[in-house]
C-alpha cells in the first residue's frame, strides 16, 4: 500500500509543482518573460557566435513562446494532479486495474520531463545556446527539474505485481 500511496503523492507533487510554476509565471509575468526574450534572442552568447542566426528577436514570437510555455506547465500539472487522484482512489484495487489507472499521471510526468528536458535543455540549452549565457542560463535548474520528472516517472511506471507473486515484501 505505501508504494502505491507514495506513487500518487510524488506525482502529486510534480503536479502542484508544474501548476505553481506555470501560476507564478502568470502572476509575475515580466520576471521570466525576459528570461525567455533573452534565451530566444541570443543576445548575451558569446559574440560571434557562428549560430547567431536562430536569434528570434520578435517580441510578438518571445509572448507566444511564453504563453506556450505557460500553458504547457499548467497543463503538465493539471495532468499530474489529475493522474495522483486517480491513482490514490485506486489504491485498493487489484494490481491490474492499479496499473491501468497510471496513464494520467504517466502523460503528466512525461509531459514534464520532456517540457524541462526537451524544451530547456534541447531547445534553450542547444538550439538556442542558453549554456552560453553568463546570466540567462538555466540549465541547472531545468536538469534538476527533468531528472525529478524523470525518477518519478520510472516508479510510477514500475508495474504492481499481483499479490503474491512480489517476494520483495
Avoid at 503536479?15 to 501560476?23: E, Q
Avoid at 496499473?99 to 538550439?127: D, H, M, P, Q, R
Avoid at 531528472?147 to 520483495?168: M, T
Wanted: some cysteine; hydrophobic content about 55%.
Amino acid at each position: 500500500m505505501i508504494v502505491r500511496i507514495s506513487k500518487a503523492v510524488l506525482t502529486l507533487f510534480l503536479g502542484l509543482f508544474g501548476l505553481l510554476v506555470g501560476i507564478d509565471n502568470i502572476l509575475d509575468y515580466g520576471t521570466n518573460f525576459e528570461f525567455v526574450r533573452h534565451v530566444l534572442s541570443m543576445d548575451t552568447t558569446f559574440p560571434h557566435n557562428a549560430l547567431l542566426w536562430r536569434a528570434i528577436t520578435s517580441d510578438s514570437i518571445h509572448h507566444v513562446a511564453y504563453a506556450l510555455l505557460i500553458a504547457s506547465e499548467i497543463g503538465v500539472g493539471l495532468l499530474c494532479i489529475a493522474g495522483a487522484w486517480r491513482l490514490f482512489t485506486r489504491r485498493f484495487a487489484a494490481p491490474a486495474a492499479f496499473n491501468a489507472a497510471k496513464s494520467l499521471a504517466i502523460a503528466g510526468l512525461a509531459a514534464g520531463f520532456g517540457l524541462y528536458f526537451f524544451g530547456f535543455l534541447v531547445v534553450g540549452g542547444e538550439w538556442f545556446q542558453m549554456w552560453q549565457s553568463p546570466t540567462w542560463n538555466g540549465q541547472e535548474a531545468a536538469f534538476r527539474f527533468a531528472a525529478s520528472f524523470g525518477i518519478v516517472l520510472i516508479f510510477v511506471a514500475l508495474e504492481d505485481a499481483p499479490h503474491g507473486h512480489d517476494h520483495r515484501q
